[in-house]
């Protein structure tokens, strides 16, 4: 078998419109047939039936709102009104998690939605859930949690809400994957596969935020965006893959649990959307590219814009790096970054599989001409090179 793609595989599923769904599949096909080839799919609710939160937080296939109250009742949680207008920026604020509970009862289709709660930050209770094996080999939040990033921020979230409740189309930060599992209740899903921006984007305009419905006056060519719809049921897991434009509607009471993450297999991704964000930001800068520290500058408005820039971004690549290099170098003792992963993500063929992607993303930062100019890239970028080199061959 070459690893290509199957026929009536996957790629066939995604070409005919219709979502791929896996009862079980090992962690290795999982790489093989969604994470390489970049296509979504939807996994059964065996891989999510051991959560704790599938059987405390949920009666009758309901939310139990009594037992939610009473475990995280004091906690402040962003609120968003998902109200009749279809902007982006849903209006939002924070709300005891009491109150919350509360009036989404009282009034299930009040269009309040607790989204992007930062459940297990917030949290010292017990562990209610974690992650399907599949998506265990995520660099941004398993490192996160060693220091390895940034600031004291994660990308996982917990989202509750009614039948009326829903999330505008977008596209996930830093161009990431997501996956979202549904503790109880069901979602619409509208997935759109990458390369069909122009039908939906417009430099003036910005982009179509309802995707079922779009504006025809300002998106003339909306309907025609080729996607694919389906309802994830209960215990269900929807993989989201780089850069393919969604939006989600709840039927129902609903809760959910998603990460953002990303991985060897998607940071050529993430790399070439800075690049594209760095282009846009130097284009808007282009009448005060001769002032002294313009370089800087435009990394600073490209963290503001992007929540990421050049200098951190090489910085979590160097990190991976390091960490799989030594992880390589001594195979019998398992880093505390690599504890978390599934142990096929620590097999050597893996290890070595991931410097090669890495090396893939630093030779194109080598290249780019935003990074050359950027104290200390160039100079360890190149050194890490040199190291990965003389660890796995040029091969
Ligand atoms: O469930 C939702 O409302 C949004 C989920 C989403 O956008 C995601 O999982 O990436
Ligand atoms: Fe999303």
Known sequence: MDGGPVDGGPADDVSAGVIPRRDDISVEDFVREYLVPNLPVVLGPRFTDDWPARR???????????????????????????????????????????????????????????????F?????????????????????????????????????????????????????VFR??????????????????????????????????????????????????????FVQGPGETVFVPSGWWHQ?????????INHNWANEHNLCHLYRRLAADMARVRHALRDVADMDDFVEHAQRVLRADSGSDYLGFTRFVLHMANIYLRQLADPGSISPELRDLDPYFRAEVSLRRALRLI????????????????????????????????QIGDA
Not at 360 to 377: G, W
Request: with cysteine; hydrophobic share 35%; glycine share 8%.
């Open 359 to 390: 090396d893939d993303v630093l030779e194109l930062l080598a290249a780019d001409p935003a990074a050359r100019e950027l104290d200390p890239i160039p100079a360890d970028v190149a050194r890490m090179r040199a190291r990965i080199a003389s």
């Open 56 to 118: 405390l937080w949920v009666a009758d296939g309901r939310p139990d709102f009594v037992r939610l109250a009473s475990l995280y009742g004091g906690a402040q949680v962003p609120v968003t009104h998902c109200g009749a207008v279809d902007t982006p920026d849903q209006q939002c604020g924070e709300m005891e998690f009491g109150k919350f509970v509360d009036q989404w009862r009282r009034d299930p289709r009040s269009g309040l939605y607790c989204k992007d709660w930062h």
């Open 248 to 256: 989600v509607r709840n039927i129902g009471d609903t809760i959910s």
């Open 120 to 172: 297990a930050l917030d949290r010292e209770a017990p562990q209610v859930y974690s992650p399907p094996s599949p998506m265990s080999n995520d660099w941004i939040n398993v490192f996160h949690d060693h220091g390895g990033l940034e600031g004291r921020d994660d990308y996982r979230f917990c989202y509750m809400g009614g039948g009326s409740t829903w999330t505008p189309f977008h596209e996930d």
């Open 176 to 229: 990431s994957y997501s996956w979202s599992t549904n503790i109880c209740g069901e979602k619409y899903w509208i997935l759109v596969p990458p390369g069909q921006t122009d039908l939906f984007t417009d430099p003036v305009r910005g982009w179509v935020h309802n995707i079922a419905d779009p504006d025809e006056v300002c998106f003339p060519h909306a309907r025609r965006v080729r996607r694919i719809e």
